[in-house]
């Protein structure tokens, strides 16, 4: 037996990520992907939106077409050039269907098994939950790899998901001696904002599905509702620490402080070499201002994007076309590698 290593992906860097169209984006999806991927656009990036992610639950019919349009527009409002990202909807390009149906015969059941979103999502009652949420993660390999990404921006909560990507590229290339066909990706989840909690309890993730609107600030609140959430976000009575160990140990505050921190640009140690020994009386107006300045423009950008949902559609359509020159490619490979049958001479 050779001690050679097989070859690894040879191709070019690709960066790649998604937002399903499912309720409003707020401050924790700003700071943990929209403002990652502004920051990563000079790369061309992918970012689709994932309406097909979406309808694990669901979604009404109604609404969704006008979901996946203000996820674009949120994009476009956090600052993405679209000469530079292709921002496009996942149900466009007809490829991520049928990639993942082939990498359904490539993952395999106790992979999925081992998936802590799905029991979070399925709880107790798991038979009861659509098949697609059970392999949506096989989908999200699809999504990846079509493309041959090579780096995705991720929260912590979907890492378990690309190392399952990453699974099933190596056993693709393996099981069909095409060794360095597809990348294994790498994620993308350093940096500031990366978990953002909830306004209200500290130890939760923000989230568009809490019940209280006052546990996130929505991408869409105007300055007036941003700077009251803050002013009534839940805080202890202590002044803040001078030490990192110290506002660990406080949920609630390390949160606001950690917020502040990503919207400047600065380290939580910065914020409380300025803020040290002050109570939350003068951190929370400090807060506010720069919360107001970073967030309020955006909800402005997106409410005069979809005043004009045509233009919106002419660039997912133009952005669509763009993947699947990309995927279509890729896919047509792969149904050759597997064996599948074409015509004669294709």
């Not at 409380?272 to 400090?286: D, E, S």
């Not at 970073?294 to 660039?315: Q, Y």
Request: net charge neutral; glycine share 6%.
């Amino acid at each position: 037996m050779s001690d050679t290593a097989p070859p690894v992906y040879a191709g070019p860097t690709r960066v790649l990520s998604g937002i399903q169209p499912s309720g409003e984006l707020h401050l924790g999806n700003y700071l943990g992907a929209l403002k990652k991927f502004v920051d990563l656009q000079d790369q061309r990036p992918f970012l689709f939106v994932a309406d097909q992610h979406a309808i694990t639950v669901w979604q009404d019919p109604q609404k969704l077409a006008s979901q996946t349009r203000e996820i674009a527009a949120a994009y476009m409002a956090a600052g993405l050039d679209t000469t530079k990202a292709t921002i496009f909807p996942q149900s466009a390009v007809r490829a991520h269907t049928e990639l993942a149906w082939i990498f359904n015969c490539v993952a395999r059941l106790g992979w999925l098994d081992r998936m802590t979103q799905f029991k979070e999502k399925s709880g107790k009652h798991k038979e009861r939950s659509s098949v697609g949420l059970y392999t949506y993660p096989v989908l999200q390999a699809a999504d990846i790899l079509l493309y041959k990404a090579t780096h995705v921006p991720v929260g912590e909560d979907q890492k378990q998901h690309l190392e399952l990507t990453r699974d099933v590229a190596a056993k693709f290339n393996h099981d069909f001696a095409v060794p360095g066909f597809f990348p294994l990706p790498d994620p993308l989840i350093e940096g500031p904002g990366a978990r953002v909690m909830s306004l209200r309890d500290g130890t939760s993730k923000m989230s568009k599905s809490d019940p209280s609107d006052y546990s996130r600030i929505n991408l869409t609140d105007d300055a007036d509702a941003i700077a009251q959430k803050i002013r009534k976000a839940k805080t202890d009575p202590e002044p803040l620490p001078d030490t990192l160990e110290a506002l660990k140990a406080r949920p609630e505050a390390d949160n606001l402080v950690g917020i502040y921190a990503a919207l400047t640009g600065e380290t939580k140690l910065d914020v409380l070499g300025r803020f040290a020994g002050q109570g939350f009386g003068a951190f929370k107006p400090a807060l506010v201002e720069v919360a107001v300045s970073a967030i309020a423009p955006i909800g402005e950008r997106m409410r005069c994007l979809l005043a004009d949902p045509a233009e919106i559609d002419r660039v997912l359509a133009a952005a669509a076309e763009t993947a699947s020159a990309v995927a279509e490619p890729t896919l047509d490979e792969v149904r050759r590698i597997v064996g599948f049958w074409s015509p004669r001479g294709r």
